[in-house]
């Protein structure tokens, strides 16, 4: 089965740098788009990052460019996202994601993604 796990959160200062990983495992991913996501509460899940399947493009959310990095490392079916110079505002529950098709680029659409993980979460203080 497919399954996508989160790890990587935790509770930092302001200012402060988080590495978040996204473990695959039941489907190798290595020829898909992947993205990150993000939902604090009280608001809908919103995209953060997206990665193509070979990891030559990348596509950020306007909160985070020149902040976060996505990558991945199609040998091991693991995605990342470097998170520094964090702010109070990106605390959230952060999901990795996967397209279902083959040759799926980069993409911030939450219904174009259809596997999940069950999120990590980063709580940045003040």
């Known amino acids: 089965q497919v399954q996508l796990v989160e790890s990587g959160g935790g509770l930092v200062q302001s200012g402060g740098s988080l590495r978040l990983s996204c473990a695959a495992s039941g489907r190798t991913f290595n020829s898909h788009g992947m993205g990150w996501f993000r939902q604090a509460p009280g608001n809908e899940r919103q995209f953060v990052a997206a990665?193509?399947?070979?990891?030559?493009?990348?596509y950020y959310a306007d909160s985070v460019k020149g902040r976060f990095t996505i990558s991945r490392d199609n040998a091991e079916n693991t995605m990342f996202l470097q998170m520094n110079s964090l702010k109070p505002g990106d605390t959230a529950v952060y999901y990795c994601?996967?397209?279902?098709?083959?040759?799926?680029?980069?993409?911030?659409?939450?219904?174009?993604?259809?596997?999940w993980g069950q999120g990590t979460q980063v709580t940045v203080s003040s």
């Open positions: 990665i193509n399947w070979s990891g030559s493009l990348t």
């Open positions: 994601a996967a397209r279902s098709r083959i040759g799926d680029g980069t993409s911030s659409t939450i219904a174009d993604y259809n596997y």
